[in-house]
């Protein structure tokens, strides 16, 4: 008996054997200042230059603490839904950090919506 397998069936059952990397950005958010590391946790899976994650805060937030780190990621804080009104504050998501990010002190301003981007 002859076994006929072509070069196309050996690549094809070799990525599927390749493992995928997901990756992951987590962060807590809250309106409160004090509650740093404590609120609402948000997990975007897989976000990217072409294809982040972006959302709307309700209520508003003040404090935004990174949980789970992704190399190349940052997340940018806006003023309004949708990602409008410019970028108030980048957070860099690709590396530990055991600070909480908040709007500047003097202001009355809060983060309204979110974008996580990767290279």
Do not use: E, W
């Not at 690549?11 to 590391?37: E, K, Y």
């Not at 409008?84 to 990010?101: F, I, K, L």
């Amino acid at each position: 008996m002859k076994l006929s397998i072509s070069f196309h069936t050996i690549v094809a059952s070799m990525l599927c054997a390749i493992p995928m990397v997901v990756a992951t950005v987590t962060f807590n958010v809250s309106p409160d200042r004090a509650n740093c590391g404590r609120g609402t946790t948000i997990t975007c899976t897989n976000p990217s230059s072409s294809a982040p994650c972006k959302g709307n805060f309700n209520p508003k937030q003040n404090v935004i603490h990174v949980t789970g780190f992704q190399s190349g990621c940052h997340i940018s804080l806006y003023p309004a839904n949708n990602q409008a009104g410019g970028v108030m504050q980048r957070v860099d998501a690709g590396t530990p950090a055991s600070v909480c990010a908040t709007p500047a002190p003097t202001t009355t301003a809060a983060f309204q919506s979110y974008g996580v981007y990767c290279s």
